[in-house]
């Protein structure tokens, strides 16, 4: 081996540097120094990824239109034996009206809510074992930590951080987040923990509810809508957040738990909304799915 | 840093562009991916491992730590800062350490970086359990990583393709330390004739 004395030397002080990032981020928590080099991180990396993403988007989106609408590919196939340009023309369009139509709900269940939303796309993704995202709008749009983000179907989380073009949004899914919720029709209330990353868990669901009340009817199909924090934030009141899968039966337990099924598709998403104004009223069940989910969603 | 000057120069340059371009891969592709059990493959891992491997241990272990460290500042990232910096910075010198034995068949470099990857798993694992980390609580680290090490293997035969590719182009037709791998680098030398 080459110059092993001076390898040594420069393993020895990366490890110690790492080791003493890690040491003085871990005891500062949310107060660390350390805390504005994340803030470096987002001015440096933002624009690079949102252009990662613009150039990404296309492909992603092609996947997703041929893996969605099974009948549209067929259709995109029939026109690609008549004419290529025809099919990507379809194609694009058929995105086009996706996103619209994305847009639109996201846009009508914040109408119905009385939310102020900034609408946003999900550029990036959070790895190892944090379930995190970046959107696309920062404090130049409004947007400050400690801000519900949604979707038309539901509740996604909250910002934890904002850059000024991109902000960092914790999901309900992650293991560290937990938020206040109420089921529909009736003042229980609990709360809802991320259950993090699923791996091979089989029949998990992402996010998990603990009633505080032991006695509290609860039942298979029951929605399930966000509290509403202390002066709405992080969390409004009365986003939608899923309904209830399983029921967990665990005796000698002072709370009981229940495994619930989100509206939103966590691993699937594009447009959001960030709530930068909460709504003056709570929108109570308003925002909720007008059909009952009279049979509830398995899985 | 590297062997000579001038060498070192161009080297450095293209392993910065490199791991840049996993980092920016990983945060916008990867990690979005609907794979299975919502666990991703480590492309900036596997580009530290492969770069350690054909690079000998100093490159190794300072790629991983700048990797690390960016990879903890880039903007999702939500985790004590200095994590994959450490993390890194131990498997690229683990994987360095290996980088001799490189040449002895062409298969090794594909098999190494599957081993790296498995060992930069259970340390960010080991790490995060050490800290308190209530996202990596025992139970979803028992049922994450064994999915996550899977990924790694099947991402890494194209990562170490892509990065010998990437980080050959300087350095023509001279295989230095552990960089001859047989089948790429004829490949390599005829494409660049």
Redesign the interface.
């Given at each position: 081996?080459r110059?092993t004395r001076?390898?040594r030397l420069?393993?020895g002080v990366?490890?110690v540097?790492?080791?003493?990032?890690?040491?003085v981020?871990?005891q500062g928590g949310e107060n660390?120094p350390?805390r504005g080099?994340?803030g470096?991180?987002?001015t440096v990396?933002?624009p690079?990824?949102r252009l990662?993403?613009a150039v990404?988007r296309p492909v992603?989106n092609t996947f997703d239109a041929l893996r969605d609408a099974p009948g549209q590919r067929r259709r995109a196939e029939d026109l690609l034996r008549e004419n290529q340009r025809l099919r990507e023309q379809l194609r694009s369009n058929t995105i086009d009206k996706d996103r619209a139509a994305q847009l639109e709900r996201l846009l009508g269940g914040a109408g119905l809510g009385g939310y102020k939303i900034v609408a946003a796309n999900?550029?990036?993704?959070?790895?190892?074992?944090?379930?995190?995202?970046?959107i696309d709008v920062g404090t130049l749009s409004g947007v400050k930590p400690e801000m519900t983000v949604m979707t038309g179907e539901g509740l996604v989380g909250r910002v934890?951080?904002a850059?000024p073009a991109?902000a960092?949004?914790?999901l309900a899914t992650?293991?560290?987040s937990t938020v206040g919720g109420r089921l529909e029709d009736s003042k229980e209330i609990g709360v809802i923990k991320g259950?993090?990353?699923?791996?091979?868990?089989v029949g998990a669901t992402?996010l998990r509810l603990q009633l505080f009340s032991a006695d509290a009817p609860l039942a298979v199909g029951q929605r399930v809508v966000t509290l509403g924090s202390k002066g709405d934030r992080p969390y409004v009141p009365g986003v939608p957040i899923g309904t209830v899968a399983r029921i967990e039966r665990t005796p000698g337990t002072l709370t009981r738990t229940a495994l619930i099924h989100p509206y939103v598709m966590?691993?699937?998403l594009d447009v959001v909304g960030v709530v930068v104004a909460p709504p003056k009223r709570d929108p109570h069940d308003a925002v909720l799915p007008t059909q009952p989910a009279a049979s509830p969603s398995g899985s | 840093m590297l062997n000579s000057v001038e060498e070192g120069r161009g080297g450095t340059l293209r392993s910065v562009l490199i791991i840049v371009v996993a980092i920016l891969l990983q945060v916008a592709v990867a990690n979005r991916l609907p794979l299975p059990g919502s666990v991703t493959p480590d492309l900036v891992m596997l580009t530290v491992v492969a770069l350690a491997l054909f690079r000998g241990e100093t490159v190794g272990m300072v790629t991983g730590f700048c990797a690390g460290l960016a990879t903890d500042l880039v903007p999702p990232a939500d985790h004590t800062i200095g994590m994959y910096a450490l993390v890194y910075c131990v498997v690229g010198y683990i994987s360095g350490l290996a980088s001799p034995e490189m040449d002895r068949s062409p298969s090794l470099p594909f098999v190494a970086v599957a081993l790296g990857a498995l060992v930069g798993n259970l340390a960010y694992a080991l790490v995060g359990v050490m800290l308190g980390d209530p996202r990596a609580d025992w139970s979803i680290v028992s049922r994450t990583v064994p999915l996550a090490v899977l990924y790694n293997v099947l991402a890494s035969p194209f990562v170490v393709w892509a990065v010998l590719r990437l980080s050959q182009r300087s350095e023509r037709l001279e295989p230095r330390g552990g960089l001859s791998v047989p089948g790429f680098s004829a490949r390599l030398g005829r494409q660049q004739r």
């Open positions: 081996m110059d001076r390898t420069v393993l990366l490890l540097t790492s080791l003493l990032l890690i040491a981020d871990h660390s350390l080099l994340r470096v991180g987002a990396f933002g690079l990824e990662a993403s990404v992603g999900v550029i990036s993704a959070g790895q190892g074992y944090e379930d995190t995202v970046t934890t951080r850059g991109t960092t949004v914790l992650d293991a560290s259950e993090g990353r699923r791996g091979l868990g992402p966590f691993t699937r | -």
